[in-house]
């Protein structure tokens, strides 16, 4: 099945950097990536996704690469606030055809952005 | 607001007792998931439902049963609870396949302690 690892586990920056966060993956059937964010106490909320048929997405201060050939792909947060701590899950899905595709985790990142 | 909810959010059973833990989601989501969340272990799957009548076996399926009955709903049964399923438990549904977006929407959590 899917194996989906995710680096580094903790990352604590300072208000106004960039943070990067990276996953690899190894079923080259994964088609799907999204990227979760939780916050203490609640469950995981959707923040951005992309396909494997595009390689990079941007949404404001959030950018996703993917890298088909390397099974890899990375989470890019710009003008980091506090408001951007949390944990930070990524994740890998194969969709199409016939199968309706277990999500799997990476193992989530810890980000602490430091005011 | 449309969602999954999740019901109780927490709970403390003795060991061996058994409990069901609730979800309902209203947005006619196929695809419905239980997962668990440990300490550095991110997100594993619990069961999965493809469907009203269809379900299946996730990572840690053990001490652990579904039903899917409705297409809204999917509780999550614990047979005998034993200390080892102290955790905290997550719903989450999306689209099946043919419908656009793949994201899962998670609900809040049950957090569950076993003594």
């Known amino acids: 099945g899917e194996n989906v690892e995710q680096h580094p586990s903790t990352l604590s920056v300072q208000e106004g950097d960039s943070a990067v966060i990276k996953c690899t993956y190894s079923?080259?059937?994964?088609?799907?990536f999204p990227w979760y964010k939780q916050e203490l106490g609640k469950g995981p909320q959707l923040i951005i996704d992309?396909?494997?048929?595009?390689g990079e997405k941007k949404d404001q201060r959030i950018a996703v690469t993917l890298n088909k050939t390397a099974k890899h792909f990375s989470l890019h947060i710009t003008e980091t606030q506090p408001e951007d701590s949390a944990v930070y899950f990524c994740a890998a899905r194969v969709t199409g055809g016939t199968s309706y595709g277990k999500l799997t985790f990476g193992q989530g990142t810890i980000l602490t952005v430091h005011p | 607001n449309a969602g999954v909810t999740q019901t109780p959010k927490f709970q403390v059973l003795k060991t061996g007792q058994s409990m069901t833990l609730q979800c309902a989601q209203d947005?006619?989501?196929?695809?419905m998931s239980w997962y668990r969340q440990d300490p550095g272990m991110g997100l594993r799957l619990i069961h999965y439902s493809v469907g009203a009548g269809i379900t299946d076996q996730g990572e840690v399926p053990n001490g652990y049963n579904v039903s899917r009955s409705t297409t809204e709903d999917f509780p999550l049964r614990l047979l005998s609870a034993a200390p080892s399923q102290t955790s905290v438990y997550f719903c989450a549904s999306s689209w099946g396949q043919g419908f656009g977006g793949y994201g899962y929407t998670f609900g809040s959590g049950t957090r569950l302690t076993v003594v």
């Open positions: 079923d080259s059937a994964s088609n799907y």
């Open positions: 947005m006619n989501h196929e695809y």
């Open positions: 992309i396909r494997s048929n595009v």
